[in-house]
């Protein structure tokens, strides 16, 4: 039995990065912790249930969700994370990319949210959490399969919020700017010698883009701000979490013409 204000969570991808420090501040929380994980784990945290769990796998998916309800009885929070990223110039990127792509940053979410839905709506309560990124918000060149995913949980989890709201489920969406993770060295890209032929500042450009991840902020600011959300009785529809500059991005494509907003972003990519 929990003690009150303690939470089941379930947290996919919590190998590295967002989902290990997600874990790691909601486990010192004392919550109850899943999270699921693809890859052999290193340094596994103390007092967090891993379960491992390919999320493309319908059948793996629905086992891990069965397991933790039946463990626990239910789940309060449920935080989607998986996620990877293909570079490349759209043009160049192969429907094989396309598909693996929203597969994993897509598809997963659903996989996951068809299993978990139902036992939040039995449970009349609920809080879903889904890893969006700035780039589900704005269409950043060379990353346009990335950002096509993203606007897809975006839309997904605009009309789930509606649906599940006179249950009590809440539905946030979480949007971070750059961060220092394996995300950069763990992304695909389109080789540098084709890309460059046909889009001579495609290197350049993804050069600009890694540095500005490897030197934004730490994965452990993220966690810190989940653990005080997953608390909120009345979570806020989307959370930005970035620098002052990339919030102040978001606001422009709002206030500013297409045309005007689009000639800034590629301007800032080098285009």
């Not at 493309?56 to 463990?71: G, L, P």
Request: proline share 4%.
């Amino acid at each position: 039995m929990l003690k009150k204000g303690l939470m089941v969570i379930l947290i996919t991808g919590i190998s590295s990065g967002f989902g290990r420090a997600m874990a790691k501040c909601l486990s010192e929380d004392r919550h109850t912790v899943y999270g699921t994980h693809r890859r052999e784990l290193e340094h596994p945290l103390p007092n967090v249930s891993y379960l491992r769990c390919e999320a493309t796998d319908n059948e793996q998916v629905e086992q891990v969700v069965k397991r933790v309800i039946e463990e626990c009885g239910r789940i309060d929070v449920f935080i989607n994370n998986a996620g990877m990223g293909i570079a490349g110039p759209l043009e160049l990127c192969t429907l094989e990319d396309a598909q693996r792509q929203m597969d994993v940053n897509w598809m997963a979410m659903v996989r996951f949210l068809h299993h978990v839905v139902p036992q939040m709506r039995a449970q009349r309560s609920g809080k879903i959490l889904c890893i969006s990124s700035i780039g589900g918000l704005i269409g950043l060149p060379f990353q346009g399969l990335y950002s096509a995913s993203k606007f897809a949980v975006e839309g997904y989890c605009e009309a789930l919020r509606l649906e599940l709201k006179e249950f009590g489920i809440k539905v946030s969406v979480i949007e971070p700017g750059d961060f220092a993770t394996a995300f950069t060295t763990n992304r695909k890209s389109i080789p540098v010698e084709l890309a460059e032929e046909a889009y001579p500042r495609y290197t350049a450009s993804l050069k600009g883009i890694e540095k500005d991840e490897m030197t934004g902020l730490k994965p452990e600011y993220l966690g810190k701000k989940v653990a005080k959300l997953v608390k909120k009785k009345r979570p806020a529809y989307n959370y930005i979490i970035s620098s002052p500059l990339q919030k102040l991005a978001v606001i422009l494509k709002t206030l500013l013409p297409r045309r005007l907003f689009a000639w800034i972003l590629g301007k800032f990519y080098g285009l």
